[in-house]
């Protein structure tokens, strides 16, 4: 069966970090660009930040840029999202997806090029 796994969501107070990992199951995962995503309820979805197969290309939204990193392992079929100086705004459900996206050189954060999708984890910032 072929799935992602988020985890390290929590409980944060602002300033604080977290380390968010996608665990891929069932396919190899250096075959696919990673991208995470966010959404709050009564918002659409946001592409977050995404990572090219080979990891030497990222991408971030403005927002998080500065504070937030992405990054996979290959070898451990797993990415992560390193999130730190955390602010309230950042409080969402965030998931992980894994696309094809051949051809692109630093894969675009746009959910409908992403073809497997994690359950999602909830992080809240809050003191």
């Known amino acids: 069966q072929l799935q992602l796994v988020e985890s390290g969501g929590g409980l944060v107070q602002p300033g604080g970090s977290l380390r968010l990992s996608c665990a891929a199951s069932g396919f190899t995962l250096d075959y696919y660009a990673v991208g995470w995503f966010r959404q709050v309820p009564g918002k659409e979805r946001e592409g977050v930040s995404s990572i090219s197969h080979s990891g030497s ?6 927002s998080v840029k500065g504070r937030f ?59």
């Open 57 to 62: 290309s990222a991408n971030y939204i403005d």
């Open 69 to 127: 990193t992405i990054s996979r392992d290959n070898a451990k079929n797993t990415a992560y999202l390193q999130m730190n100086s955390l602010k309230a705004e950042d409080t969402a459900v965030y998931y992980c997806a894994a696309g094809s996206l051949l051809g692109w050189g630093t894969p675009p954060m746009r959910s409908d090029l992403y073809d497997y999708w994690g359950q999602g984890t909830q992080v809240t910032v809050s003191s």
